[in-house]
Structure formats: C-alpha cells, structure tokens
C-alpha cells in the first residue's frame, strides 16, 4: 500500500456525552448587528478537533449532531475586502462590472422562467473545474489588502497571506449543513502553502454520475432560477431589467470576505444575485441580496419539508457572508412564479423553531468549526504537491488521505510562484 495514499479509518474516541441546548442562544445565528457572536462553551463530548495537538492527528471526525449542540461560536461580522467579476466568456475581471442591482416584482408577477430556454440560453460547461483559481487571481491582484500580522509573519512557517483558510463560500455551505445531509456526500482537497490553508472541492464520482445523467426536465428547470434572476435584476440602479435578453450563466459577480469563525481566520468568495439599490442600504456585503425559486408551497407537509430542507441551505449560503434578505420566487410546475417572498436570514430560524427535530444554525457552525480545527491538526506538511484529500458519506465519519504529485494537486505553478516573489 502507498503511504502517501493510505486511508486514515481509525475513529476517535468518544463517550457521548454533551450539554444541554440554550435554544435561546443557539437559535441567534443570523443577526449581523453585532460585531461578533461569543457564547461561552460549557461542552464535555469526546475527543475535540479543538483541543491541544497529540503526537499523532486524529484519525476521523464525527457528524454526529448531539457532539455539535452547543453554544454558538463566535462568528465575526463579515467584511467585504474587494470583489470581482467573470464576463460572459468566464474571463476574470478585478472590478465589479457585474454586479446587478435589484427591482422589486409585484407579490404576483406570473413571470414565465420557461421563456427563452431553447434559444435565448448559454449554459456555462460545468464539465470544466475552475477550482479555486479566481480567487487565487483576485489574491495576485490584490496582495496589499491581505498583509499579514507580524504574530502571522513571525510564524513557523511565515503565513504570506494573514488569513488561515481560502476557499469558496460553497464549500463552507457544505460544511455547514454536513449533520443534517442525508443524500450526498464530498470530498474537499486541502493544501499547505507559507501557512495558509488553501481547500477546493473535488467532485464525487456520484455527483459526476448525476451531473451526466440529468434529465431534460432537471435541466431545464436548473435554467428557471437564472431566468428569475433576470425577470428581478438591472444593469444600473434605477435601471429595468432586461427581461428579453440572452441566459448566460458564465457571468458572474463575486464578493471577497474576510472573517473568524473562533479561532479560524477565513478568506472566502461567493457568488451574489445582486444588491439592495437604494442610496440609503448599508455598505456591502450587507446590502446584498440572494435571489431563489422553489415549488409553490400548498400543503403543511410541503411546508415542514421546506423548512427542514431548503431553508438550511438557503440559510447557511446567505448567513456566511453576511447577506440579509432572501428573496424567493414560488413557482407552480409549469414554470410561472406565482408569488415572491422575502426572508430575513437572521430570522430563519425562527420560522423553524416549531418543526420536531429540525436543525439547529449552532450545530452547523460548530461542526464548520471542529472540521476546520481537525484540518489544522492534520494538515502538516508545507508543500503544494502534497494535498489532503478529506472524504464525507452521509451517516459515516469525516477520513482523509493523502496524495503527493498526484491530479489533486490544485495549487496552479503561476500562483505558487508569484505568491512567494517579493511584491
């Protein structure tokens, strides 16, 4: 067997035990009008990612929910540090030229999200694995926003970026929502670079399956959710939207934040719909907004599984960065949006408090925490040609192996070389 391949399977310890919930306190995640959420911890389970390094790294991470319900970790307020964009052609652009600016429907707007599917439509290649790539470019670009703190300078090895973690906001999502997924599992690629933990995702060879097996229907109505954006969406403030015009899912706006999940200094970029464009909305990201469709909702079980389901990733995607609202169009089965809604996320889980056995925004957050505390503790070598690769399946334990020189390597030559050049 290859060592530098071999399959760490030994579980962690655990004796099962866990405090009591706070639910007046767990239930808070959302609310950005603090600078930071700090509860105390008061948790006694097993064997912590968190806790002091042994002589050899934990083996495997559990999922299991009752090690995660504690008291929320501090979160720090998001900050935007810059943006980018992604041009029709998926060409990387350091400015915001693509970011769009919100027009409120009517509550009814019967917009059709089936229009201009079959010749109005330029789907991005999802064949094609961007990885973490932009980001790096925007990190190349924007190097003096990222100077890091002489403690991070003065480490062993020195960090070049003051950041622990770069990666993207959906890869945190996942994350997020890994206690309560039941159906598909990822794999998430981590690497050592001066300090700085880089992680991208690698698809499963399930979601390649799905990804080449979707039917006509599936993908036609993966369209609907960027038609919707359309039918919502301006050019300019004060702008209309061009209802008309040409689907190109290439195109793109992204945000850059940084932020601390306890002890985790984050750099991560997502995807925004577009921002809140009156004069008066606060500074990004907090005036950003997050656009969705869903099945019309007509019946209480249609409404629990809403809950239960979308809203965690609904959640979990707009808490990270920071963005407020949500705004969800509600569609019947041919397509036609029937009602909009909006959602505060800070008020998510309020709406879910009454559903039996329903997830929890602090076991999300602790168990990111934990995942990312166990990456610290594993990840140990220095070096780009060596990555980590961290498996998930649902109802299993999080395990990790290890590749040098192999396809996993994602860190491109160009990044690594300008990266470490003297600015």
Excluded at 1 to 21: A, K, T
Excluded at 60 to 86: A, H, K, M, N
Excluded at 105 to 111: G, I, K, L, S
Excluded at 408 to 413: I, K, S
């Amino acid at each position: 067997m290859d060592p530098n391949n071999r399959r760490r399977s030994l579980s962690s310890q655990d004796n099962g035990q866990h405090s009591g919930v706070k639910r007046d306190r767990e239930d808070s995640g959302g609310d950005f009008s603090h600078k930071t959420f700090r509860l105390s911890h008061d948790f006694h389970g097993g064997i912590s990612a968190s806790d002091p390094m042994p002589c050899s790294p934990p083996q495997t991470l559990s999922t299991r929910r009752q090690l995660y319900e504690r008291d929320f970790p501090l979160y720090q307020r998001p900050v935007e540090i810059g943006c980018f964009s992604l041009d029709l052609e998926r060409r990387f652009f350091n400015d915001a030229r693509q970011l769009r600016y919100y027009v409120e429907p009517e509550h009814h707007p019967n917009f059709n999200l089936r229009d201009g599917y079959r010749d109005r439509y330029v789907k991005r290649d999802d064949g094609v694995k961007e990885r973490i790539d932009h980001i790096l470019r925007w990190i190349l670009a924007n190097r003096s926003k990222l100077r890091p703190s002489e403690t991070a300078a003065a480490s062993s090895p020195p960090r070049v970026l003051g950041v622990e973690f770069v990666t993207w906001r959906g890869h945190l999502t996942k994350l997020l929502t890994t206690p309560y997924e039941t159906r598909e599992g990822w794999l998430l690629a981590v690497t050592r670079l001066h300090g700085t933990l880089y992680m991208s995702e690698v698809e499963t060879e399930a979601a390649r399956q799905e990804r080449q097996t979707r039917t006509a229907r599936h993908q036609e109505m993966m369209y609907w959710g960027y038609k919707f954006e359309q039918y919502t969406c301006a050019a300019t403030a004060g702008g209309r939207p061009d209802q008309g015009g040409v689907v190109n899912t290439n195109e793109a706006f992204c945000t850059v934040v940084r932020t601390q999940l306890a002890s985790h200094r984050l750099l991560f970029s997502g995807e925004v719909d577009c921002r809140d464009p009156h004069p008066s909305a606060p500074p990004a990201p907090f005036c950003y907004l997050e656009l969705k469709t869903s099945a019309e909702i007509c019946t209480p079980k249609q409404r629990s599984n809403f809950h239960r389901y979308k809203l965690l990733k609904w959640w979990a995607q707009s808490f990270l960065p920071g963005v407020p609202r949500i705004i969800a169009g509600f569609r019947d089965d041919d397509g036609v949006v029937v009602a909009v809604e909006t959602y505060e996320t800070s008020k998510i889980s309020q709406l879910i408090k009454n559903e039996y056995n329903c997830w929890k925004p602090t076991v999300c957050m602790n168990f990111c925490s934990e995942f990312l505390s166990f990456v610290k503790t594993v990840v140990r070598e220095d070096n780009p040609r060596v990555v980590y690769l961290f498996s998930w399946e649902p109802h299993r334990e999080v395990s990790y192996s290890i590749h040098r020189d192999t396809d996993y390597c994602f860190l491109p030559d160009w990044y690594v070389k300008e990266i470490t050049s003297p600015q």
